[in-house]
Nanobody
Framework: QVQVVESGGGLVQAGGSLRLSCAAS????????MNWYRQAPGKGRELVAR???????NYADSVKGRFTISRDNAKNTVYLQMNSLKPEDTAVYYC??????????????WGQGTQVTVSS
């Protein structure tokens, strides 16, 4: 059974930093792209950052220059370093991983989410 588990959320003042982690465990061949999404109250889920297996990254315009996504393939883990946090970054942050289950099958897994609250 595959699990994707986030950690590292919490309450921080504006201007502060947090580091989120997400680890995938279970039986699979490898992990393709790993992504961070977020959903603020009353809003839809939005893509925050994406990283390919090779390390190519993409960011939402709202977080460019403040957030950094990275991954450790040996640990099946992706990180999101969030600096210069703003109140509008307050949301539940979700990890998403595309897992190669076998040479023919790719499955999409989501974590349970971790709350990030930025106070002004």
């Amino acid at each position: 059974q595959v699990q994707v588990v986030e950690s590292g959320g919490g309450l921080v003042q504006a201007g502060g930093s947090l580091r989120l982690s997400c680890a995938a465990s279970g039986i699979f061949l490898s992990i393709d792209a790993m992504n961070w999404y977020r959903q603020a109250p009353g809003k839809g889920r939005e893509l925050v950052a994406r990283i390919s297996r090779g390390g190519s990254t993409n960011y939402a315009d709202s977080v460019k220059g403040r957030f950094t996504i990275s991954r450790d393939n040996a640990k099946n883990t992706v990180y999101l370093q969030m600096n210069s946090l703003k109140p509008e970054d307050t949301a539940v942050y979700y990890c998403n991983a595309l897992l190669n289950m076998n040479p023919w099958t790719v499955k999409n897994y989501w974590g349970q989410g971790t709350q990030v609250t930025v106070s002004s």
